[in-house]
């Protein structure tokens, strides 16, 4: 099993651009979730799924959106990129919720210019 | 909100001593507690899972305690080695709310 994947690791935007976040998981789990981190923080859930055709927001939604068309792929989508969205993006899914291990991407590491 | 503080300054530990790190919480009580290490450049890794009506939970050389009263949960390294230098992170979750918060992680330096 490859896991979490995510593409691309590495991104720069200039300000106003949009681009996709990719995220894929291999381990049949229904739940998957997206966080940002910015250095010396904590985690912050973006949006989180549980299950194919349900997302829902976490904390930090506004300028993202994300859709599950499958159970494999969850990818986020930022539209007319700005600074502020300068971070390191984790992909994680799970089989339940919050019992259950969550399995963490690689993470891509988005900086706005 | 639901808060969760863990020391932000760095631990360094004498290789061989026991880590112990700190995870506060506020307000309501979680279900579960977990940990987890995240090494430089990548995503977190799951080390440990306590349940709220679980005192106490080991794995090898690590053990995390959960007491509920004083709304903290300890992780302790025993023996520890410079391998074990990372960051590490403490998560609640709360089912009425569905979803898992992280702490900011205390970063953990074994010297030799």
């Known amino acids: 099993n490859a896991g979490v994947t995510q593409t691309p690791k590495f991104r720069i935007l200039k300000i106003g651009q949009s681009m996709t976040l990719q995220c894929a998981q291999d381990?049949?789990?229904?739940?998957m979730y997206w966080y940002r981190q910015d250095p010396g923080m904590g985690l912050k859930l973006i949006y989180y799924?549980?299950?194919?055709?349900?997302?829902d927001k976490g904390e930090v939604p506004n300028g993202y959106n994300v859709s599950r068309s499958t159970t494999e792929d969850f990818p986020l989508r930022l539209e007319l990129a700005a600074p502020s969205q300068t971070s390191v993006y984790f992909c994680?899914?799970?089989?339940?919720?919050?019992?259950?291990?969550?399995?963490f991407g690689p993470g891509t590491r988005l900086t706005v210019l | 909100s639901q808060k969760i503080e863990q020391n932000s300054e760095a631990l360094n530990i004498q290789e061989g001593k026991t880590a112990t790190l700190t995870c506060n919480y506020t307000?309501?009580?979680?279900?579960?507690l977990q940990w987890y290490r995240q090494d430089p450049g990548r995503g977190p890794v799951f080390l440990l899972l306590?349940?709220?009506?679980?005192k106490e939970k080991r794995k090898e050389r690590l053990k995390v305690t959960f007491d509920t009263t004083l709304k903290q949960s300890l992780f302790h390294i025993t023996a520890s080695q410079p391998a074990d230098s990372a960051t590490y992170l403490c998560?609640?979750?709360?089912?009425?709310?569905?979803?898992?918060?992280f702490g900011s992680g205390t970063r953990l330096s074994i010297r030799p």
């Open positions: 994680a899914s799970s089989y339940s919720a919050g019992s259950d291990t969550q399995y």
């Open positions: 381990m049949n789990h229904n739940y």
């Open positions: 799924s549980v299950g194919a055709g349900i997302t």
């Open positions: 307000n309501y009580s979680p279900a579960y």
């Open positions: 306590i349940r709220e009506n679980e």
């Open positions: 998560a609640l979750y709360r089912s009425s709310a569905s979803k898992i918060i």
